[in-house]
């Protein structure tokens, strides 16, 4: 087992031990591994890089936030991040539970892939880069080219997550996730919602509802047209339903132990709804 | 005038070890700092590792099973099949109808086929791979409507019982100016979600018999089943209890017990197994998924006349307590109301879905369930408040039930429910985002939300039933002061090892205790830690020994000083009273020890009659439920907001432990309403990890006001205290389920409640959150 103190360490041992497993958190791979799931001969630990943790602004403007991939989802709702992105703050605070939280990270879900998996829906919504690095070298991908199906990335032997772009946009942002439990429950329908003000678009992702996280491109064109994005008039009721057909349109949704695909596909339209209207409440209104 | 005086009288006594008191758990901090040694952590150095290769189809036939693969591999000491057994092939709780391992056929998934010992998990793990067993898949019985007649899938026959009750007036209902509502009601499959998973080890004592540490609830008639399937003496079959983390039902029946002692004589090495969750889930039996039609008659005033009532319960492949589960299902039918007319058909039968038995209300969960949503919607048919329609029916003392059993001991069914329903609430409004439905999910925002309320009774029997009459014994000894009791009563949680103390601090007025561990070695049998049984037997038991152990010694005392035995006293370890003040210590006087031993028994009961009729039960119990609930009905989640119970408790032992009964089986009761199901598709489940069995968090369960404990103590009952356990599991889910229904509009006639049922259901007759405002 290494444990490794740098993003070189950590690569350089991934190119000597190409079995070995990345362990980060541990809170999806060690509840494979004690299932006997995944067999486990080395490891490359990567909690304590320290450069792979925390965030910092990148740009002329710090346009730009880049968040390392060792940051957890608990990191992830402290304020001033949650201020920058907080879709992501929001869908971090629903990740299991404050245990879980302390230790899963942004960089574990995204590598697990999971159609459940809480953080993706807001960074397909914010378009976000991924970071890999190994031996060779660095590469970056858009979130929808890295997770390309059911637990399943675009990750080469060797290679590490090591970082997530994504823009820091003037506007809210909403992330809503259904369950059948109030707290530590897998989604059954999740969806994040971003508005960026100063290029006047709505972008709109969903979880749960398919392989990967899906956009409502639709959905959004329809809205970037139709909205008052300097917040005075709140969008009519038509608009709204109009939205969240769209959305509702754009889910793939199927049947499981969790769910009915019946429910996912209603559920998402209902979340649409509302938060499109906490996105934009008008200027009566003001934004919880 | 009294020999004792003043200074002794006022000298204070240790507070917390008396009758009455919040003693606290002798290993509650030992749990919650994680040394409390459970059956998972039970160690030997020479210990090999067990493990189950179980049926992965519902229903198969076996047609070979060859184990030479698993055999080979290096660090393999044992693979066990049925061919492996010395005595009798099966068990099982009421009657053996279980193979230990199968042989020809397999009847539900999780049925074990093989054990195998070995040096270590991982070894296990691959040997069970390795095993090939040849299955030839059968079509499953998979709906228990269809089981009646179907084929048999076993020698005994698909019907495991059928109760036709018939009380009173068959023709009551004749009359035309009856008002009768009628329902269909279901409950899925819930299970007792223990933390500790099954696990034990077995000692081989080198002389054909073995010792047994395991997690149990009943270890004498485990003792008995592991022995008649070993083929030896029970008493060459020792069991002995090691830290249970939890049971509610589940560990009544055999898992890991006879498995670890084949195991241990086959390879005369000690075995340890601990099943994972995931096998748990199939390691256990669960409780029976129920179907019930249900008509109730009543006069246009109110007072009901007859009800009528189709229970069909999914026994699952094997029997376990399905036999007594819908005896209880079928006598606490019509809940705790005076009805003078019933027709009530309780059939449980066999399946090849997962097999069911004991849990927590055994039987009674289910027909309040249904009978609770009757009476809600009884009340609306006659315009009357539900409350008041409860309280107009409710059974008191000295009425008969639909057995035909009159209730000579106290049943306080006003009082709970008045107490329940008057009790000011202290619910605020779903302010706080977290607290609203959805919770963390943060889905709904305030004008999403209605609100509901109801309240539900809950009535069960105490202690087995229907001539069912078993016993506990204790055993007190004193000796130089230290009192050891011995009994083999399962702790389970339910904290007998708390109240033992308080006994003897109460009788025998000294904190010097010590709790043997309770084991088949040392004494007779307590009987099982269920049907709310072990405060009144074991209790009992204990109660019985103390007072002849303080009877001998103050007779040794009024010996020795001669004086009467009346003018002593125990005080604080000491014997007061004595004319010339002296004040003996308990260990002086016992240097020479004191001893009894007790077999408790309770009032003996009857067996039903072929109309169901017999005074089958002890003694009765009576709870109310009252829930609030939010719900977010567009997209069909439920916050329980905030629950308030009264309980008929007899007299109250510990008030802390009262209070924990109360709260974690009114949590059952929420996870049932709105969550907790085996979800069971082709008689495959498909959530056996608590990942998607999903139980309360505390964000879904709300705060539990105790609005009253009524105690009005019961005759024959150790200090006059009923058992609690189980009440607060029964009452509570309908309760939360009428709640719903109150601020939905729609009927529910199933749960768990599933998002779809509420949001996905017609819109007409919903009520919408503007039209609730
Ligand atoms: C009780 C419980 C509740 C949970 N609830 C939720 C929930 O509500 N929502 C949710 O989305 N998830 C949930 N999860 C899943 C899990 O916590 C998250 O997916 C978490 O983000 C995983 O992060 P980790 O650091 O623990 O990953 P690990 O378990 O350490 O790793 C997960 C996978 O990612 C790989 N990996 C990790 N880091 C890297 C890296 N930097 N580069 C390349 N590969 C890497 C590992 O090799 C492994 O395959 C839950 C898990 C548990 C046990």
Redesign the interface.
Known sequence: MTIATSIDDACAAMKAKPDALVLAGGTDLMVEV???IRPINDVVAVGRIPEMRGWSREGARGEVLRIGAGTTCADLTEPTIASLVPALA?AA??VG?PQIRNSATLGGNLATASPAGDTLPVLAALEAEIELRSVEGIRRLPLDEFVVGVKDNALVPGELIVAVRVPVLDGPQ???????????????A?LALVVDRFGKTVRVALGSVAPIPVRAIEAEVLVAERLDFDGEVPPDSDLVDQFAGLVADAARPID?????A??RR??VM??AG?ALR?AFPGSSKVV? | MSMVDTATVQRTETPTTRIGDSAARPDGIPKVTGDFVFSSDLWHDQMLWGGTLRSPHASARIRQINIGPALALPGVHAVLTHEDIPGSPDFGLDRPDQPVLARDIVRYEGEPVVVIAADHPDTVRRALAAVEVDYEPTKPLLDPTLAEDAPPIHPDGNVIRRIHLRHGDQEAASRSDLVSVEGTYEVGMQDQAFMGPESGLAIPDGEGGVDLAVATQWLHTDRDQVAACLGLPAERVRLTLAGVGGAFGAREDISLHIHLCLLALHTGRPVKMCYSRDESFYGHVHRHPARMWYRHYATSTGDLVRVEARLLFDGGAYASSSHHVIANATCFAAGPYRVPSADIEGVVVRTDNPPCGAMRGFGAVQSCFAHEAQMDRLAAALKMDPVALRRQNALASGDVIITGQRITGTLPVVEVLDACAAHPSAAGGPNEPMSRPGGAGRTADVEHIVRGEAVALGFKNLMFSEGFDDSSEARCVMHSGLVTVTTACAEVGQGFVTLVRQIVGEVLRTEEVVLEPASTNSIGSAGSTSASRQTWMSGGAVQLACEAVRRDLLARVADQYGVLVDDLALLDGRVVGLPNGEEPTLASLTVEPIEATIVHQHAPTLPLDDCGQGDAHVSFAVSAHRAIVDVDPDLGLVKVVELTTAQDVGRILNPLQALGQLEGGAAQGVGLAVMEEVKVVDGLIRNPSFTDYLIPTALDMPPLEVAALIEQPEPGAPFGAKGIGEAPTISSTPAVAGAIRAATGLDLPRVPVRPDDIALASREGRVSPEEAR
């Open positions: 004690n299932r006997g929001q605070r629903t539970s909403e992330f809503l996730k259904v369950g059948t439990r109030n707290a530590m429950v897998i989604a059954v999740s499981d132990h969790r769910g009915t019946a429910y209603h559920a209902v979340i509302r906490r919880e």
